[in-house]
Every structure is written in structure tokens, then in C-alpha cells.
């Protein structure tokens, strides 16, 4: 099965500056790449996803590349806000089968 | 629309003991699925299923079961619980099977003693 791998694990960055979180995938047919967001308490929530046919998407402040050649895709946030703190997951899969999440990245964005 | 809802939201079970956990769904999406959460380990699927009366298995489905008898339930069955069962499980639902955004519902916290 797929196996996905976040980096880092936690993360700390000053208000205003970019924050990027990496993940690596094994499964070549996976093709299905979301993001989620998980504020404490809370349930994950989308906040952008990207499919193997495209190598970049961006929605404001939230960009995602990949690179299906060496099985990695990024998550880039410019110009953090305290807001943004929270947990981030990659997920990797075949559409929705059997998707894989990884580990998680503890963003803490300091005022 | 309330989305994806779960029952109970918190439940504490001695080892041994059986239960289901609740799910359910108003948005007639085909796909619904059962997570685990652990510190550090992010979500594992345990079951999902592409359809009412089809289900199948994730990643960690021992001592789990599920149904699906109708498009907007999506049951998790804990047969006999173990401690190492203790976790935070959320359901989550999709249009399909599809690359689609999953909805999670807010989960449910067991706790096994």
C-alpha cells in the first residue's frame, strides 16, 4: 500500500514569513493529493488539494506543487497569520481509495 | 444541511465490550469512510465504502466491522474492545470515490479501560 511521509514534524515561524511543509509518496498510481488543516479539538478541513495531472495549484495565500518524478508535493503558506497555526496532514492515494495520511506538522506561527 | 454528524461524542468501554459508533450524512455523497486518529500517527482508514451495500477494508480494519444498508449511515461496530483501541475516530463522506474533498464529521473519543 501507499506510504506518505510529512516533514517537517513541528514548525515555527514569525508572522509574516512563509511556512513549508514537504511530503513524499511511494505509490506511483497514487493520484489524488489533499491537504488538510486541524485546528485543536477540531476535524480536519481542506484546504487545497492537487490531482497528478497538474504541478502547481494556488488559492491566495495557499500554493501546492508536485512532483510526480521524484514522489514528492509540497504545502506553501506566505505571509502566516497567528490563524494559521495548527496541525497540517498530507494525504496520498488512488482518487479516495484507500488514502493515506501522513504524520502531521505542528505550525505555530508566533505574533 | 448539518453535514456529517457523529454519535456518540465521547464513550469510555471496559475491554471486552462491544459497541457502534454512529454516522450519518444529509449529502447524498456515494463514499463515506472511518478514520483513526493517534498522536503523531495522523489518520489511518480502517473501512470505507464506494456505496450503499458495498464496503471494504483500510488500512487497520482488525476488530472493526461496518454495513452500509443505506446511502447516509455509515456504522463502525467495535466487535470486542481493547485498550488499544483507545483513539479518536471521525467518519468523513465524498461525492464519490473520486479525487472529491472528504467532509469529516466532528468525532468521537473512546476511550477503552
Known sequence: ?111 | NAGVTQTPKFQVLKTGQSMTLQCAQDMNHEYMSWYRQDPGMGLRLIHYSVGAGITDQGEVPNGYNVSRSTTEDFPLRLLSAAPSQTSVYFCASSYSQGAYEQYFGPGTRLTVT
Open chain 1, 1 to 111: 500500500g501507499e506510504n506518505v511521509e510529512q516533514h517537517p514534524s513541528t514548525l515555527s515561524v514569525q508572522e509574516g514569513d512563509s511556512a513549508v511543509i514537504k511530503c513524499t509518496y511511494s505509490d506511483s498510481a497514487s493520484n489524488y493529493f489533499p491537504w488538510y488543516k486541524q485546528e485543536l479539538g477540531k476535524r480536519p478541513q481542506l484546504i487545497i488539494d492537487i490531482r497528478s495531472n497538474v504541478g502547481e495549484k494556488k488559492d491566495q495565500r495557499i500554493a501546492v506543487t508536485l512532483n510526480k518524478t521524484a514522489k514528492h508535493f509540497s504545502l506553501h503558506i506566505t505571509e502566516t497569520q497567528p490563524e494559521d497555526s495548527a496541525v497540517y496532514f498530507c494525504a496520498a492515494g488512488y482518487n479516495n481509495n484507500d488514502m493515506r495520511f501522513g504524520a502531521g506538522t505542528r505550525l505555530t506561527v508566533k505574533p
